[in-house]
């Protein structure tokens, strides 16, 4: 049987997105390809949609809905499609942004270079990666310095883009890692799961992308949250520095867990 991949997509008012990015990722060459969309009730009707297309003869049994009553933040719907992703038999999972700035093309590559790796980074700052043609040179240098400066020296990771969100996750390494130890609730919450990978030991690969800014659909972000996550690197590396390979959650553990409810 080829392996069960599930992207998990954390979605609020991307209703013109997901239309594109449902059946690109469909159109994908990937085995066993399943798709769980973590809608925060989105005002424009995203969730609805996802339900529409969940019932349409091409997408039933491949793309699932998990629907939260209000906007509660990335980390938790993250951690909610993650947990369950795996109790639905992920062996493993990716993690996508579902503006299309994380293009599907790069899912086959992030897969092959998963069985090597424990965690694989779409990277905008390994060699051959890049940002959108219209940034600015002080965003770029902002975000170029976050990720190639500011974080791997604080964290001592060998990283180089530690916030970047489009990931792929083997199904061991995201049950090691506990997701209980991951409190973060902003976007540093990137950071944090790659560095108590890290800590633990895990094999930690980048494949370089191109990443293009949003097209339809309204940002998330603003320079408040940016400089707010920035500072709470600190506090994730005093939470975490001192986690080490032995501090591995066990797969048989965490079965027991899960079967006593
Ligand atoms: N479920 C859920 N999804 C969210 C929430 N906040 C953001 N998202 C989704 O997370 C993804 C990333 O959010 P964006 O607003 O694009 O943030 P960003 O990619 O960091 O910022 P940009 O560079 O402006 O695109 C998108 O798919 C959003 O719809 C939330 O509170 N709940
Ligand atoms: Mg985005």
Not at 52 to 69: F, M, N, W
Not at 126 to 143: H, I, T, Y
Not at 211 to 216: A, G, K, L, T, Y
Not at 235 to 258: G, K
């Amino acid at each position: 049987m080829p392996p069960t991949t599930f992207i998990v997509l954390p979605t609020y008012n991307e209703s013109e997105n997901i239309v594109r990015l449902a059946p690109a990722l469909f159109d994908l060459d990937v085995a066993d390809l399943q798709v769980l969309v973590v809608d925060d009730n989105s005002p424009d009707g995203t969730g609805q949609i996802v339900e529409t297309l969940s019932e349409q003869a091409d997408y039933r049994g491949r793309l699932h809905l998990l629907r939260r009553p209000e906007k509660q933040g990335l980390a938790p719907a993250y951690i909610q499609g993650f947990t369950k992703a795996l109790s639905l038999g992920a062996d493993y999972v990716i993690q996508m942004d579902a503006d299309l700035s994380h293009q599907p093309k790069y899912i086959p590559r992030l897969l092959r270079q998963a069985r090597e790796y424990d965690i694989v980074i779409g990277s905008r700052y390994a060699a051959g990666g890049s940002v959108d043609e219209s940034w600015g040179p002080l965003r770029k240098l902002l975000s170029w310095w976050a990720n190639r400066i500011y974080a791997p020296t604080i964290l001592r990771v060998p990283i180089r883009d530690a916030t970047g969100g489009f990931r792929i996750y083997r199904r061991d390494a995201l049950i090691g890692m506990d997701m209980r130890r991951v409190k973060a609730n902003g976007y540093v919450f990137m950071v944090e799961m790659i560095y108590v990978a890290y800590r633990l030991g895990y094999r930690i690969g980048e494949i370089p992308i191109h990443f293009p800014d949003r097209q339809h659909g309204a940002s998330k972000m603003s320079s408040a949250i940016a400089l707010e996550a920035a500072l709470r690197v600190w506090q994730i590396m005093l939470r975490h520095h001192r986690l080490q390979p032995a501090d591995r959650r066990d797969r048989l553990q965490a079965a027991a867990n899960e079967r006593a409810g």
